[in-house]
């Protein structure tokens, strides 16, 4: 049964990004953790210091919503597993593809 942010299970974890068109504006080193209920650490680093943003999140259907309560920013992607241990997020077009961090060999 999926949790109430209606995100699959296979997408719960943390992901890392493998490559990312430059269009998607998701920068190399980008990591991702989904967690029940809706919340979803996002991790970047930027001239040596890694910065982490706690979003809140919901999926319906492939569609993965985040929003940024705070700066009140809210953004809406494609996300498609890819494999057993793959994610591709589809930014309008601009591909980005993580891989499971957790995954057990």
Partial sequence: MPPPSGAPSWLLGTWRLISADDASGILPGTRMAFQDYGIMRYTISLQGTTHEVELVYSVEGNMLRTEHREMRHASVVRIAAAG?????????GALARFAREDAQP
Avoid: A, N
């Avoid at 057993?84 to 309008?92: A, K, T, Y």
């Fill in 84 to 92: 057993d241990h793959g994610m591709i997020i589809d930014v309008g």
